[in-house]
């Protein structure tokens, strides 16, 4: 595809259920990252991954919250038990670069809910 | 947590009015990014400019960066409707392979027609 595609667009769960977000980023794109956005605020640094490997996962708040990019393409993060305070827009980007600190391509995000 | 502030939180102008915005960090950094983002989208990346660069232009956006201050601003000359968005910069925290953006809050920018 031409963009980083995120799917599903809203997810509305019930407190205590699990969740499974994905993104495809852009092909060929070796670094992928996840982040977070509550309402208002600018998006708070998750994980990231390097091909397979998830060189950083400082960012995620508890251990409900687990991200996998099994084959070094598409990414799953996944809340399990969720919680009221992850409600939150979960944002993907991608980079075609190993240096990572330059732009980053984002998806539209995935707006969830926690009732 | 947020390294950038940003000022000021929300600036409503009109049609072909300059709108400036203003990014404070706290650390060393190697590059500063401008991004915008229009409401239920993604973010977009609009100009990067280096540690070793004062002043930095792409279109209609000029860039500048203190590093004695740790401080940038975006100007937008000639504003547009279609300029309406939220605006943020993003800094790497003086490392290129750590991974991370730290982004700010983010300024909110209203163009009247």
């Known amino acids: 595809g031409a963009g980083v595609s995120q799917s599903p667009r809203y997810k509305v769960a019930k407190r205590g259920q699990d969740v499974a977000l994905r993104c495809d980023p852009i092909?060929?794109?070796?670094?992928l990252f996840w982040y977070q956005q509550a309402l208002g605020q600018g998006p708070e640094f998750l994980t990231y991954?390097?091909?397979?490997?998830?060189?950083?996962k400082s960012g995620l708040p508890s251990d409900r919250f687990f991200a996998e990019r099994p084959e070094g393409s598409v990414s799953t993060l996944k809340i399990q038990r969720t919680q009221q305070e992850d409600s939150a827009v979960y944002l993907c980007?991608?980079?075609?670069?190993?240096?990572?600190?330059?732009?980053?391509?984002f998806g539209s995000g995935t707006q969830l809910s926690v009732l | 947590s947020q390294q950038g502030e940003e000022d000021p939180q929300a600036l409503s102008i009109q049609e072909g009015e300059n709108a400036t915005m203003n990014c404070s960090y706290k650390?060393?950094?190697?590059?500063l990014q401008w991004y915008r983002q229009n409401s239920g989208r993604g973010l977009v990346h609009l100009i990067l400019?280096?540690?070793?660069?004062r002043e930095k232009h792409s279109g209609r956006l000029r860039v500048t960066l203190d590093t004695s201050k740790k401080s940038s601003s975006l100007l937008i000359t000639a504003s547009r409707a279609a300029d309406t968005a939220s605006y943020f910069c993003?800094?790497?925290?003086?490392?290129?392979?750590?991974?991370?953006?730290?982004f700010g809050q983010g300024t909110t920018l209203q163009v009247k027609p």
């Open positions: 980007a991608s980079s075609p670069r190993q240096t990572t600190n330059e732009k980053l391509f």
């Open positions: 650390t060393s950094i190697n590059n």
């Open positions: 092909s060929g794109h070796v670094s």
């Open positions: 400019i280096r540690s070793n660069e």
């Open positions: 993003a800094t790497d925290n003086g490392s290129s392979n750590t991974g991370k953006l730290i």
């Open positions: 991954f390097q091909n397979e490997a998830q060189l950083d």
